[in-house]
């Protein structure tokens, strides 16, 4: 009988263990029922009294040493185990938290909202129209007869004939003094549309129209209540001047300027060097756009004004590309 052989098959087995299933498998092998010390026991019966004694004695040493030494590398792949799964659920409680991002209002809700707001401290309802809209009143009842030049200032997107996508939301005016008598004291925000695509245009933006009819209204009146719109929503220093200028639905008409927002009058490229900023048109409501919709030019007057609110984000904002607007960028969007 060879011990130092059982001691060489032993070292063998354990030089490859790596795993719990090695382990498993290399108990099984040396300590089990058929395994190498079973085979060495069996033997052992065959020898006489005396062998049987020396190497009996040899063979539980050597079985004791080796379940000490399995036992032993047992606990290392249990500790080696947790190690693993402690590295995995680790958190590090040092590390910056995350941030919730929470939505935030369009930049253009927020001017449509901030416009409102003034006008309605003024008086002001607030009157929607359709998106999709007659000729008629997008036009015709605007005194914008077919094949006049006006037309030719907005780039008409036709549904089929007749029917456009409103190129302004001047229309809503029409269709509010045909559904009530005056007194009228409305703004009406809304999306516009125009075939035009570039820098400073988007096919589709935004207005808000508003319209003041009633017994004696002036252009003094027209002049007040935007001064104070102007100043409400750029500031109290803010400068303002009316140009004549010509809109089919006016008469007086005038653009109304602004003292420029960014170089304060002093010139730059936002106003072309010129000091100011065109901010929106406006004049006393036609004669004969009061007799479309039934109101007697001789009792009545108004005026009305019309803006893009685009501009006044892009001004308010200091943004550069109206088409930042729509492509929707986050990094764009988070700033407001
Ligand atoms: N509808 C005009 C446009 O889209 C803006 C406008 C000008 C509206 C003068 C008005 C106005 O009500 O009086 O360019």
């Not at 006489?48 to 032993?72: H, M, P, W, Y």
């Not at 030719?152 to 001047?170: A, C, E, N, W």
Request: some cysteine; aromatic content about 10%.
């Amino acid at each position: 009988m060879n011990i130092d052989d059982l001691r060489n098959r032993i070292e063998n087995e354990i030089s490859v263990l790596k795993t719990f299933e090695d382990l498993k498998r290399i108990k099984a092998t040396i300590l089990g029922r058929k395994g190498v010390f079973s085979e060495y026991l069996d033997a052992l019966k065959l020898l006489d009294k005396d062998q049987k004694r020396v190497f009996g004695k040899e063979i539980n040493i050597l079985k004791v040493s080796t379940e000490a030494r399995l036992n032993e590398i047992e606990a290392t792949l249990i500790e080696a185990e947790r190690a693993r799964q402690e590295d995995l659920t680790w958190v590090d409680i040092t590390m910056p938290g995350k941030v919730p991002a929470p939505g935030k209002r369009h930049p253009i809700t927020q001017t449509f909202e901030e416009i409102i707001r003034v006008f309605s401290s003024l008086g002001f309802a607030v009157a929607e129209g359709p998106d999709i809209e007659l000729d008629y009143y997008n036009f015709e009842a605007l005194n914008i007869p077919k094949h006049h030049p006006a037309r030719d200032m907005q780039d008409t997107f036709y549904i089929k004939p007749g029917i456009v996508l409103r190129t302004h939301t001047s229309p809503v005016q029409i269709r509010v003094m045909e559904a009530q008598l005056p007194p009228v004291k409305i703004i009406s925000p809304g999306s516009v549309y125009r075939c035009d695509h570039d820098v400073s245009h988007t096919p589709m933006f935004h207005q808000v129209e508003g319209l003041m009819v009633d017994k004696h209204v002036r252009f003094s009146d027209l002049k007040g209540i935007l001064s104070v719109f102007i100043q409400e929503i750029f500031g109290a220093n803010t400068r303002l001047r009316f140009r004549p200028s010509y809109f089919p639905f006016t008469e007086p008409s005038a653009e109304v300027d602004i003292g420029c927002v960014i170089c304060e009058g002093a010139g730059c490229r936002v106003c072309k060097d010129t000091g100011w900023l065109e901010i929106l048109g406006s004049g006393m409501v036609h004669p004969q756009v009061l007799r479309n919709v039934g109101y007697d030019p001789e009792e009545v007057s108004g005026f009305a004004f019309g803006m893009g609110v685009e501009r006044i984000a892009m001004l308010r904002f200091g943004i550069d590309d109206i088409r930042q607007f729509y492509y929707n960028d986050i990094r764009f969007l988070s700033q407001f």
